[in-house]
């Protein structure tokens, strides 16, 4: 069974910063992609940044702001958020694509993390 647990947020004044990180526990899986979204209470749930073997990507609110990697080694995402403003506050979900060999390819999602960022 495969399973993402979230860790690392919290509460942070503006212009603080934050690490997530989320690992990946099961057996039998590789991993496509590993990403991070978020949602806001009243809005939906957005991409924040995804990496996979050769590339990131971000949204264009985080930009050179958030920083997302990947320890292959421990199916492990981290993402690391600097200059946090109050608009970051969020719940943070991990989402990873799981390619489960013969068994097909599978997104799974970690429980959230809850970001809050004072002004």
């Known amino acids: 069974q495969v399973r993402l647990v979230e860790s690392g947020g919290g509460l942070v004044q503006a212009g603080g910063s934050l690490r997530l990180s989320c690992a990946a526990s099961?057996?039998?899986?590789?991993?496509?992609?590993m990403g991070w979204y978020r949602q806001a209470p009243g809005k939906q749930r957005e991409l924040v940044a995804i990496?996979?073997?050769?590339?990131?990507n971000y949204a264009d609110s985080v930009k050179g702001r958030f920083t997302i990697s990947r320890d292959n080694a421990k199916n492990t995402v981290h993402l690391q958020m600097n200059s946090l403003k109050p608009e970051d506050t969020a719940v943070y979900y991990c989402?990873?694509?799981?390619?489960?060999?013969?068994?097909?390819?599978?997104?799974?999602w970690g429980r959230g993390t809850q970001v809050t960022v004072s002004s």
């Open positions: 099961g057996s039998g899986f590789s991993i496509n992609a």
């Open positions: 989402k990873s694509r799981l390619s489960m060999g013969p068994g097909g390819t599978y997104d799974y």
């Open positions: 990496i996979t073997s050769g590339s990131t």
